[in-house]
């Protein structure tokens, strides 16, 4: 990809190109002497593609870079983050406020990809299919960058021009109807322009705009448009699942063809810095995003049926034993067997000693040991030697789209339209068999409301840790019409108590777990978590209230 392969070449311009778009007031000011300007820039076709390098940096998310995906399950019931990093903890908590709300309200990589858009005209180009494609990306980066803000602040200022002076950027808010519309139309006459493959890797290409467009339509309940751009996906002929689920989350297996789009880094050169917040204390991690106890909950037994019914078997003293197999591939559990830092071990979150030594992955043993005892797999496993020794220089690319999500979208567009039901059971199959469980039970789930049930449990457990279980409670609705969200976050979250059985040989029976009903609610709580439908939309943060006057915040907030 040339942003890192090349990126010797470009950094300069970058760096510069950067300095051009990061002010307001001397935006088109007479140009310093040590720094390009737009009207020594735009000359030739390398100073285009440097434009568009510069517009790729953090495009999937501003506030925190690709670990965006980590940190956004921390705002649902399935994960959780103990520090409060970048404020996901006060969204979970449900005590944001206009001065603790994720950093998400960022217009910097928006004014990058308008100068481009206003600029790219100027060079030469050999290939004028060139200039239209380069466009084309920049226009998807820009419809996702307000797809982002306009889902989670609902209605926003819509600009499309560079501005040269801070008062010209001090726009009302458009409708979050009028914003949809504009992604909308974006996309679409954007995806056209777009190559069925990208030309050098990490390139937006057809399949990134597509699952993008898929996704904008999901979020807004448009079901046959998202599935509409599902099916032009699969057409491409380009992606499917893979055989090999939990290495696609390791270094080795990112050339998998189920992988549509993910974030590149290199080491030293541009590096994935957080590996570090993947693992545990005692293997030098800090435990940022970790899995919860309901996650665990959601997943079936081996025999097909959840824990709470009846005859599936569950043992409460043995939560992790006869689950369905993929647990094992999503959650890091106590018992398991692993190689970490200094070799082999068996996990061990439970007892604070072990040996007579203080345990460092005791949940209570140190803020970067993980609160809930858990971990996630994906990106940890196979082992820990996989990345570098300080855990921040590695080419470990996180997954932003891949095809599992274009099938989950299909089978839940199908359900929502209430037609194809049995494809949407036949998607699920394909998903569970590829993980080693066991298909559904179709004299179980044979109306369009339990389907719904299973098809949203079924992607909640597939795409967990990818950071889109928060936008999913918050669109789904329940029978009565309340949002998922105001369910499943206004609960307490809680953590095992219990001890590890070294004599035991199977590891998924290992942990011997204290019933909930024998643990006082002091020694078990995490936190108290709190939603209120005004809570469906972020507060403005006061920043950006200051910067322009013309915003209005959004009910609910002071």
């Known amino acids: 990809m040339i942003r890192f392969i090349k990126a010797s070449k470009y950094i300069i311009c970058v760096g510069l190109f950067s300095y051009i778009v990061s002010s307001c007031d001397n935006f088109f000011n007479t140009a310093p002497h040590d720094a390009i300007t737009p009207a ?21 998310d501003q506030c925190t870079g690709p670990n965006y995906i980590f940190f956004n399950d921390c705002m649902s019931d399935i994960s959780f983050n103990r520090t409060g990093s970048s404020s996901y903890k006060q969204v979970a908590t449900g005590e944001l406020n206009p001065n603790k709300v994720p950093n998400y309200y960022k217009y910097e990589s928006i004014a990058r990809c308008n100068v481009f858009l206003a600029n ?112 032009d996906i699969q057409k491409l002929n380009l992606y499917e699942l893979d055989k090999d689920f939990i290495k696609m989350f390791s270094l080795e297996g990112q050339d998998s063809k189920e992988i549509i789009y993910a974030d590149q880094h290199i080491e030293d050169l541009y590096k994935f810095s957080d590996v570090v917040r993947l693992y545990n204390n005692q293997d030098g991690g800090w435990a940022s995003f970790v899995p919860t106890q309901n996650l665990v909950d959601m997943f079936e037994m081996e025999n097909g049926l959840m824990p709470s019914e009846a005859n599936s078997g569950y043992d409460e003293r043995h939560p992790f034993a006869n689950r369905d197999p993929r647990l094992y591939n999503t959650i890091i559990y106590p018992g398991m067997d692993w190689e970490g830092k200094n070799g082999k071990r068996i996990i061990n979150t439970l007892d604070k000693t072990i040996d007579g030594k203080a345990n460092k992955d005791y949940y209570s043993a140190a803020t970067n040991a993980s609160a809930t005892g ?125 001890t590890i059985n070294y004599d035991e040989p199977d590891p998924t029976r290992r942990a011997v777990i204290t019933p909930p009903s024998e643990v006082s609610e002091k020694d078990r709580l995490i ?15 006061y920043t950006q209230m200051e910067k322009n006057p013309k915003l209005v915040q959004n009910p609910g907030y002071k």
């Not at 440097?50 to 953090?58: E, I, K, M, P, V």
């Not at 679409?188 to 990134?208: H, M, Q, V, W, Y």
């Not at 709190?530 to 972020?538: C, G, H, I, V």
């Open 374 to 498: 858990l971990l996630y797999a994906k990106y940890t496993l196979p082992s820990i030697k996989q990345y570098s020794p300080s855990l921040n220089n590695d080419r470990l690319c996180p997954i932003l789209f891949r095809y599992a999500e274009v099938l989950l979208t299909i089978a839940e567009c199908n359900v929502e339209l209430n037609e194809n039901l049995n494809t949407a059971l036949d998607i699920i199959d394909e998903l569970r068999i590829r993980g080693g469980h066991i298909a559904v039970d179709r004299t179980k789930y044979n109306t369009q409301d339990k389907i719904r049930e299973l098809v949203r449990r079924e992607r909640t457990i597939e795409l967990a840790g990818e950071g889109l279980r928060r936008q999913d409670i918050l669109r789904w609705k329940d029978k009565d019409g309340k949002m998922v969200a105001e369910t499943v976050m206004n609960k307490p979250l809680y953590h095992m108590v219990g």
């Open 120 to 231: 790219i005209h100027r060079p030469a180009f050999g290939n004028e299919e060139d200039r239209k494609n380069m466009i084309a990306q920049v226009r998807v980066i820009r419809a996702w960058e307000y797809l982002v803000i306009n889902f989670w602040f609902g209605g926003i200022p819509l600009i499309t021009e560079p501005t040269a002076t801070a008062e010209e950027a001090q726009v009302a808010r458009s409708s979050e109807e009028e914003v949809k519309n504009f992604i909308y139309k974006e996309l679409d006459e954007a995806i056209p322009d777009l190559p069925d493959e990208p030309s050098e890797k990490g390139r937006i290409a057809k399949g990134t705009a597509l699952a993008i467009k898929m996704r904008a339509h999901l979020y807004y309940d448009d079901w046959k448009e998202a599935r509409q751009a599902a099916y």
């Open 40 to 60: 020594t820039f735009w000359k030739t076709e390398q100073d285009a593609d440097a434009a568009l390098t510069a517009c790729y940096n953090w495009w999937f």
């Open 527 to 541: 936190e108290q978590r709190k939603f209120e439908p005004y809570m469906r939309y972020w507060p403005i943060p």
